[in-house]
């Protein structure tokens, strides 16, 4: 069975650009959420998905988005980019989220400049 | 709100030999999962052991075993018979079970421990 997997890996922008980070989670899990991991902020808890809808978000602002489609894959948004979002950004799944057992991406390593 | 805390920035053990990271946890909540990941330079996250808040036997994985200490918050991971492979970092975690309506797959991280693995 194919892990998760995130395209692309590494992205490079420019501060005001957009960008749209995918996951593709493994198949047959439905529960998809989203971390972002730097050196300053550790690992940060961004949103969570599940049949289509958002379940839970963490603080961030309203520059990041994401959404979830009927194949369960997701994609997350970052709008008006700032130097600050330079970071790791990390997916996981699992079938369900009473299911406690995460699988996680690779990542995509975004850079801003 | 719930944290995770994490002492050690950086460990290291000689091959063969057994190492203990630490983790403190601080909630209010009675029910809830706490979990070790590694982080290899590859970067993608990976679960090494997990402990439900309500079972009072320690979880073990092979050479992974916990201490898990509920009133103290305490949940420190023990690695036995040191791999080189073991090399990574290695990073705390902490989960609200919730009843399946309200069940979330947010984890609260701590900072991480870098583990280096001496041949």
């Known amino acids: 069975k194919a892990g998760v997997t995130q395209t692309p890996r590494y992205l490079i922008k420019t501060r005001g650009q957009q960008v749209t980070l995918s996951c593709s989670p493994i198949?047959?899990?439905?529960?998809v959420s989203w971390y972002q991991q730097t050196p300053g902020q550790g690992l940060q808890f961004l949103f969570e998905?599940?049949?289509?809808?958002?379940?839970n978000k963490g603080n961030f602002p309203g520059r990041f988005s994401g959404r979830q489609f009927s194949n369960s894959r997701s994609e997350m948004n970052v709008s008006t980019l700032e130097l600050g979002d330079s970071a790791l950004y990390l997916c996981?799944?699992?079938?369900?989220?009473?299911?406690?057992?995460?699988?996680f991406g690779s990542g995509t390593q975004l850079s801003v400049l | 709100a719930q944290t995770v805390t994490q002492s050690q920035p950086e460990m290291s053990v000689q091959e063969a030999e057994t190492v203990t990271l630490s983790c403190t946890y601080d909630?209010?909540?009675?029910?809830?999962?706490l979990f070790w990941y590694k982080q290899p330079p590859s970067r993608q996250m990976i679960l090494v052991i997990r402990q439900e808040a309500y079972k009072q036997q320690n979880a073990t994985e092979n050479r992974f075993s916990v201490n898990f200490q509920k009133a103290a918050k305490s949940f420190s991971l023990k690695i036995s018979d040191s791999q080189l492979g073991d090399a990574a970092m290695y990073f705390c975690a902490y989960r609200s079970a919730g009843s399946y309506g309200g069940a979330t797959n947010k984890l609260i991280f701590g900072t991480g421990t870098l583990l280096a693995v001496q041949p």
């Open positions: 909630t209010s909540e009675s029910d809830y999962y």
């Open positions: 998905y599940f049949s289509e809808t958002q379940r």
């Open positions: 996981a799944s699992s079938p369900s989220p009473a299911n406690e057992k995460l699988f």
């Open positions: 198949s047959g899990h439905r529960s």
